[in-house]
């Protein structure tokens, strides 16, 4: 099992960057890929990020790629989320989530993440 904390998240202006961080807790880390997803208002929550467990592997949604980077620290039980020249449509709630994962290159699909933190908001104004 797994427990994970985000924090980073916080206000800023649209073109602006934020890097989201994600804490977690066990010596079992390095066996599970990670992803981060988010939840703006009235919407469902949406996949943005994964990386696999070694980290040579990611994969990210459309609306993200070439802004967004994950990155993990498998020593220091944390995965990272760099977001550049973010845009208004980028508010939501960002949510780290963990997938055991029995091969180290692979990238779960969405419906394997069954570790989820509290959330952390990011709000970019126009």
């Known amino acids: 099992q797994v427990q994970l904390v985000e924090s980073g998240g916080g206000l800023v202006q649209a073109g602006g960057s934020l890097r989201l961080s994600c804490a977690a807790s066990?010596?079992?880390?390095?066996?599970?890929?990670m992803g981060w997803f988010r939840q703006a208002p009235g919407k469902e929550r949406e996949f943005a990020a994964a990386i696999s467990r070694s980290g040579d592997s990611t994969t990210y949604a459309d609306s993200v790629k070439g802004r967004f980077t994950i990155s993990r620290d498998n020593a220091k039980n944390t995965v990272n989320l760099q977001m550049n020249s973010l845009k208004p449509e980028d508010t939501a709630v960002y949510y780290c989530a963990a997938a055991y994962s029995s091969r180290s290159y692979r990238v779960p699909p969405s419906s394997e993440y069954g570790y989820w933190g509290q959330g952390t908001q990011v709000t970019v104004s126009s």
């Open positions: 066990g010596r079992t880390f390095s066996t599970y890929a």
